[in-house]
């Protein structure tokens, strides 16, 4: 990869400037994931950012070899589903101005072809290449020269046949016209014939290849593989590390050895509580040292079946980036590839080299070691370990150590085992050839032995390659090739053997060309566009057909009650539910914090908790405390708490780490743990309950308060350097207005409003930190909540909301709350303090939640293949609840699933509709904000946020196995701070599969309810969102608040009218008679909206 970002500078210095250069540039290549109870979403190519999209997922792929875009067959899927039509694939073609889809390529008996016709074949089916057997079975045991293709439409196939008297021999003459236009042979060859060729044949062959020099088999061969050689080091530090040279060569592995020994160093050095015995000193002396200064005392004995391992151990210097400079010396990388050999070398475990990073790039990070790992200490080890096998597996093959001089000498006198080894190990031989390379590397490890049958097999093999059966090379035309893919071609474009004979050689030869250029990252992007379009026109459609329809733009009248939810997209079916159910009641969205970035502590919690979204750091701490008089219980709850964690010690950690008692405690507790794991397993909702009551009798509730208001009369403003304790009455007031203006509630309060956080609770759930609120870094929102209503239930700070024009009736109540997305759970905050003639009206709005509650979970189970088939509200809700209890459930909920945009805006723009909890709703005014700073405001936070949702789910599911962390089901948690598979696998980053099974690919759709000239300002104004939405990272689309009309913001042109075929939407009296039935994802709807009672 070139990035400019990605090289250090070549004149460094020193040696030592170089390496630190080097590293340095690291975490732009190395995932960012925080240890795995902090988990935050956050964009999985976050180091090419700067990039435009498109741009991004090519260096990242020609940097690691992952695509980011999904495989084609999914696409394909989509299109047969309907998800995908013409049109929007002619409007993919056509948005791409590289490809001059208009462009006529020929015309043949009055059809004119024009490339958007070619590209839409490639893109709909298979015109790739065959290999000679993969041909071979086609016209032998599928009969493919005898009748038409099972893909070919009826309109083709009409064409096809239509101007044959003899349909029977139809596709044979179609075939046949285009080899004779190609002038290609159908030789009938099978690989196995090779074997029986004749020299002069064989030489035939290779000296077309060579233009005729004259020159023999063998001397073609070696200058052939002298020539790959020269390659293959070459891409030293760039493509490969010493590690994929020698396994290029030899088949062996090293990291399969090196693996177990690194990371059983570096999980007991970071390990935050699971391991019984660390690494010693760790805490003193760091990861590196502390390796170093016990290595040689290692129990494992590994080492003592490697050569000169004490020599290499005793030369390890003490400062680690002084021995990564030992170690490449040693083995002879050239200064100028260091910093890519250790780039390449950090990606070959991206998931523990990132963690390292991060924990060195966040020094500050609360853990139970102070071993402060870097990637230096990681890299030295790592490159001492692969010394020492290394040189182990070129003593084993070639007698020599592993260093490039000696490697690139032996291969050099070796040529003819070069090519035989190079071959076999890239899996491309044919069968038979495969069978006598490996008995022979088998039987005669190295050239020095049968140097005569190295010889002899080399030359097969530089025959086989060269031959018409091997991959098409260069312009030369095969017929499984090109042949092939034109045969394919023709008949899906109604071509038949007369249109061929009309047609020059130089249009199939355009075609073919065509076919290469758009290839399969090209075929990729256009229906990434198809697929984001066709949803986006589906979304804009219904929220043009809403426009002015859906309640509250304005309040004329007093809404019944208001409720600020996260804007999160889980929270988009309780709304609506909530909204259907009482058409009197307003709800907002807002980021889960709630404008209170805070250092939270909780009543029982020993360290402090920032609640806020990562790119922030609090600068005010917030405690709960317990309420006056509740001192007697407070300490029941404490000796009850410590005894609960002291069992809890007794039973997770002390069984398995006392080499005493463990054996007699578990036999005596065996009947007791069986019956509660029996319990678990077959009973998990009644066990929990059980537990709970056990746990609330042992260590029984205290009621607290929260201690926010800070007594510090100083006029020095908080800071995250300064902080301070509690917020100033001026601080809260100013928070609590801009939240309020931000959401567009400046005026026409109701007598309760809700502030309504949000968190998520499941059982054996490592990722669990992913289902919690994003905004508050992966952690419960509760607390802000909660500090939100307390806060502006004070008489103090509505007296300075008023002084700042927003003034809330004396009748006003706040109360905070949080939403479980996992069971529904919803738990209420500060209930005593609600004034008595507010109770009726709590009472009303608690029965609504209830129904609400019911209705969610009702729907969330048409999207689990687990739950009920047309459950009732009470069952469905159930059923939910017993998936958050039992703990060999995999998919307690689905988290982010399936969210592709955020609408910003008042919620009348988007109230009436079903959006299949799809969207992040976001509150917004802009008849409040003419100038749009509050809007600025707005994207700068919620912008990065959903960006990161959004980005992770994608990446995860383009490819769960190397973007993602794969199936949870052998997760094993690893220290406390992430997952392996089994004992010795990298660390798995991004999502489980369960998480993405059935998320949609694409990137968000951000529409805003305001004007494009504001938008336009904004955008100017702020490189931050200019790197997302110029760079293609989201996409940005406005909605006029007084026409409606609606305006696409086109990278490198602006914004340009949404135009697109005008269709009626389906029209339901409720939600429940849309999804009813349906388990696939749906397109938008809308929902009659029934007047509220009295109006």
């Known amino acids: 990869m070139q990035e400019a970002h990605l090289k250090s500078g070549d004149q460094a210095s020193s040696p030592r400037e170089r390496i630190t250069a080097a590293l340095n540039h690291l975490d732009h290549v190395l995932p960012g994931q925080a240890p795995i109870l902090n988990f935050v979403h956050h964009n999985t190519l976050h180091g090419f950012q700067h990039l435009p999209f498109e741009d ?68 709909l089916f298979d015109l790739q290449s065959l290999s000679v057997s993969q041909l071979n079975w086609q016209i032998e045991e599928l009969q493919a020269l005898d009748t038409v293709q099972t893909d070919v439409p009826e ?65 073609q061969m070696q200058r052939q593989a002298s020539k790959v050689l020269d390659d293959l080091l070459d891409q030293l530090g760039d493509s490969i590390t010493l590690r994929g040279f020698i396994m290029e060569l030899s088949g062996i592995d090293i990291l399969d050895s090196v693996r177990p020994q690194l990371i059983r160093i570096c999980a007991s050095a970071m390990d935050e509580g699971i391991a019984a015995w660390q690494i010693p000193e760790r805490n003193r002396l760091g990861l590196y040292a502390a390796w170093r200064a016990t290595v040689q005392y290692d129990a494992n004995p590994f080492l003592h079946e490697l050569p000169d391992w004490q020599e290499i151990v005793a030369q390890l210097p003490m400062d680690a980036v002084d021995t990564i400079i030992l170690q490449l010396s040693q083995l002879e990388i050239p200064p100028a590839k260091w910093e ?27 853990t139970a070691n102070d071993a402060k790992p870097t990637l230096a200490d ?67 490890v190295s050239e020095r032995h049968e140097r005569a049958a190295w010889q002899q097999l080399a030359d097969l093999i530089q025959t086989w390659q060269f031959s018409p059966l091997a991959e098409q090379r260069g312009k030369n035309h095969t017929i499984y090739s090109s042949g092939w893919r034109l045969f394919r071609l023709c008949q899906h474009l109604g071509l038949n053997a007369s249109s061929i004979q009309e047609l020059r050689k130089a249009d199939l030869l355009e075609m073919l060309m065509l076919l290469d250029e758009f290839s399969e990252v090209e075929r990729c992007k256009a229906w990434l566009y198809a697929y984001e379009r066709h949803y986006r026109d589906d979304i804009f459609r219904a929220i043009r057909a809403n426009h002015n329809q859906g309640r509250w733009a304005k309040r004329d009248t007093r809404p019944e ?71 007697q219980a407070l300490i029941r709850h404490n000796n009850g708490r410590k005894w609960v964690r002291q069992t809890a010690n007794l039973l997770h950690q002390s069984l398995r780490r006392n080499l005493v008692s463990s054996h007699p405690l578990i036999d005596a507790i065996a009947p007791v743990t069986f019956l509660g794991l029996l319990a678990k397993s077959l009973f998990p909702k009644p066990q929990q309950k059980l537990v709970a009551s056990i746990r609330r009798f042992v260590s029984p509730a205290v009621d607290t308060e929260l201690m926010f208001t800070s007594t510090d009369d100083t006029i020095v403003a908080a800071t995250p350097e300064h902080p301070r304790m509690g917020f100033t009455d001026k601080e809260q007031a100013d928070r609590i207005a801009g939240l309020l203006r931000n959401i567009g509630l400046t005026y026409g309060f109701a007598e309760l409003v809700l502030v309504s956080a949000h968190g998520s609770i499941s059982q054996n759930n490592p990722h669990l930190a992913a289902y919690d609120c994003g905004a508050c870094s992966g952690r419960h929102g509760g607390p802000n909540a909660r500090l939100f209503a307390a806060m502006v239930n004070r008489p103090q700070i509505r007296k300075l909301l008023a002084e700042r024009g927003i003034s809330i009736p004396d009748d006003t109540w706040f109360i905070g709350t949080e939403h479980n997305t996992c069971n529904e759970d919803i738990i209420w905050y500060d209930l ?154 990298d660390l798995r980053t991004g999502l489980p599969r369960q998480m993405i099974e059935i998320h949609e690919a694409m990137r968000l759709q951000v529409l805003i309810e305001a004007k494009t000239s504001v938008l336009e300002q904004i955008y100017g104004r702020q490189e931050s969102l200019r790197e997302l939405i110029g760079g293609g990272w989201v996409h940005l689309n406005v909605k006029d608040p007084d026409s409606g009309e609606i305006f696409i913001f086109e990278r490198g042109i602006g914004f340009v009218p949404w135009q697109a075929e005008a269709k009626d939407l389906p029209v339901f009296q409720k939600s429940t008679d849309y999804y009813r039935n349906q388990t696939l994802p749906l397109p938008p709807a809308l929902i009659r909206q029934r007047e509220p009672l009295g109006i």
Not at 169 to 192: R, V
Not at 422 to 443: D, F, G, M, N
Request: with cysteine; charged share 25%; hydrophobic share 40%.
């Open 56 to 123: 991004a997922l090519a260096a990242f792929e020609a940097l690691t070899g992952i695509r980011g875009y999904l495989p084609e067959t999914q696409s394909r899927a989509f299109y047969w589903q309907g998800r995908i039509d013409d049109s929007d694939i002619l409007a993919a073609l056509a948005h791409d101005p590289r490809l001059e889809a208009d462009t006529i390529i020929c015309t043949v008996k009055d059809k004119t072809i024009r490339r958007k016709d070619l590209y839409r074949i490639a893109l």
């Open 832 to 985: 005593d303090n609600i004034p008595a003639d507010r109770l009726s009206a709590l009472k009303k709005i608690q029965q609504e939640l209830r129904r609400a509650q019911h209705m969610s979970a009702h729907e969330r189970c048409r999207r689990l293949a687990s739950a009920p088939r047309n459950p009732t509200p009470e069952q469905a809700l159930k059923h939910i609840q017993e998936r958050a209890t039992d703990f060999s459930q995999a998919r307690p909920e689905l988290g982010h699933a399936t969210v592709a945009w955020a609408a910003v805006g008042r919620r009348s723009f988007t109230r009436g509709l079903f959006l299949d909890r799809r969207v992040f709703l976001i509150s917004y005014d802009s008849t409040q904000d003419p100038e749009g700073k509050v809007l600025e405001g707005i994207l700068l936070a919620a912008t990065p946020v959903g960006a990161g949702i959004n980005l992770e789910y994608y990446f995860s599911t383009v490819n769960n196995e190397r973007l993602g962390c794969g199936t949870k089901i052998p997760h094993n948690v690893a220290g406390m701070f992430g997952v392996m598979e089994g004992a010795s696998s």
């Open 340 to 366: 890519g050999y250790l780039r390449r070398l950090s990606l070959e475990l991206p998931g523990w080299s990132g963690l390292i990073n991060w924990r060195q790039h966040h020094p500050d990070y609360h």
């Open 561 to 631: 009650s208001q409720i600020i939810f996260c804007f999160d997209d889980r929270e988009e079916s309780f709304r609506r539910h909530l909204e259907e159910l009482n058409p009197a009641a307003e709800t907002f969205g807002a980021p889960g914090f709630f404008g209170l970035p805070i250092n939270y502590k909780g009543l029982d919690d020993t360290t402090v908790t920032p609640l806020c979204p990562i790119v922030v750091t609090p600068a005010n701490e917030v405690q709960e405390i317990p309420r006056a008089g509740t001192e």
């Open 155 to 219: 309109e083709a196939r009409e064409q096809l046949l239509a101007d044959s008297a003899h349909s029977d021999n139809i596709i044979t003459q179609l075939w046949e016209s285009i080899l004779t236009k190609l002038d290609m042979e159908h030789a009938g060859l099978h690989p196995e014939n090779l074997l029986d060729l004749s020299m002069e044949q064989a030489e035939e062959w290779l000296e077309h290849v060579y233009d005729g020099n004259g020159a023999s088999i063998h001397e």
């Open 378 to 444: 990681y890299l030295a080890i790592r490159l001492t370990l692969d010394r020492l096998w290394l040189n182990q597996v070129c003593q084993e093959n070639w007698l020599i150590e592993a260093k490039l001089s000696s490697l690139q000498t032996y291969f050099r006198k070796n040529l003819s085992e070069f090519m035989v080894r190079r071959q076999l190990y890239k899996r491309e031989l044919p069968e038979y050839l495969t069978q006598r390379v490996e008995s022979l590397t088998t039987l005669a």
